[in-house]
């Protein structure tokens, strides 16, 4: 119920005004959110690749609707990539894209225009680009979308939410060799008709992906923060005698820090999920809404704070 309740309220305006102006919000939406610009973003993916990791960068700004905005995502976006070019960080990062950010909701022929743009960037910067998965309305075009770049694009990444009930078989169709696949659980509100929403249905559905992707000749990306998953994954690893370089996990910045760096000490390949700009609130409720915890943490911070 609560996870409900925060992401009804990631979509409501009242609720967002009522967070951006509460006193001491910024200090704990800093643990999230990797500053604002451009500069902020390549400062910490230094710090994070000077340590082993990899890093991938989320722009703020979804579920644009304006046609000005969207070429100023995919703008921001190029630049993005160059800084990243210019500094050599594209071989240890690369870029989450949502494709509402990118003009989805103006048609699906301009946002594979403009990921089509975003990727060339990528390339030229030695790296390359995820699409993030949304809503459970934007699956099927956002897979569409994503078969089309990689004819051009091959290292593209796709994302698979384990409590969508498609996504076993959507796994199963991206298994195959060259495929870049992120598994994570899904942080949107869906209808029981297309989505777990028992949280040992979706571990379970998540142990499901994780086995056909593992046995699969793909890349699996294992998103999650779960102790238990992320000993799972290993262990499949293992059983599919998959080397450290044929798969890493992925956990967001500013969330279990010490095992990101322990699991890379160890050898495995690890990505931290970077995100970045001034549209911080949605992505924030969504992260209070996956782990009781950091609702906690808020609360105590401004508690403590006040």
């Excluded at 956990?251 to 000490?265: C, K, N, T």
Aim: hydrophobic share 40%; charged share 30%; with cysteine.
């Amino acid at each position: 119920m609560l996870r409900q309740a925060l992401l009804f309220a990631s979509r409501k305006g009242g609720a967002r005004r009522i967070l951006e102006t509460a006193p001491f919000t910024g200090d704990v939406v800093r643990r999230f959110v990797a500053g604002e610009t451009i500069e902020d973003a390549a400062r910490v993916t230094g710090d994070l690749t000077a340590e082993g990791l990899l890093v991938t960068l989320d722009a703020l700004g979804e579920d644009t609707e304006d046609g000005g905005r969207v070429e100023a995502n995919v703008d921001h976006y190029v630049a993005l990539l160059e800084r990243l070019g210019e500094s050599g960080l594209g071989t240890r990062a690369e870029v989450s894209v949502k494709l509402s950010a990118i003009g989805l909701s103006l048609g699906e022929e301009l946002a594979l225009e403009n990921a089509r743009r975003i990727c060339g960037a990528a390339r030229s910067a030695s790296t390359t680009v995820t699409l993030d998965m949304e809503e459970h309305t934007a699956v099927d075009a956002t897979l569409r979308i994503v078969h089309e770049l990689r004819r051009d694009f091959p290292d593209v990444g796709a994302v698979i939410q384990a409590y969508l009930r498609r996504a076993e078989e959507h796994c199963a169709e991206l298994a195959y060799e060259g495929s870049r696949v992120r598994l994570c659980k899904g942080a949107y509100a869906a209808p029981d008709a297309v989505a777990f929403t028992d949280k040992e249905e979706i571990d379970k559905s998540y142990v499901r992906c994780m086995k056909v992707l593992m046995a699969g000749k793909g890349y699996p990306m294992i998103a999650t923060h779960d102790a238990r998953l992320i000993d799972i994954g290993g262990a499949l690893a293992v059983l599919n005698e998959r080397d450290a370089d044929t798969f890493e996990y992925q956990m967001l910045y500013g969330i279990r820090s010490a095992e990101q760096r322990r699991l890379a000490g160890k050898g495995a390949q690890v990505r931290v999920y970077v995100a970045y700009g001034s549209e911080w609130y949605e992505y924030f409720m969504r992260r209070l809404a996956e782990r009781p915890s950091n609702l906690k943490l808020f609360a105590r911070s401004l508690v403590h704070r006040a």
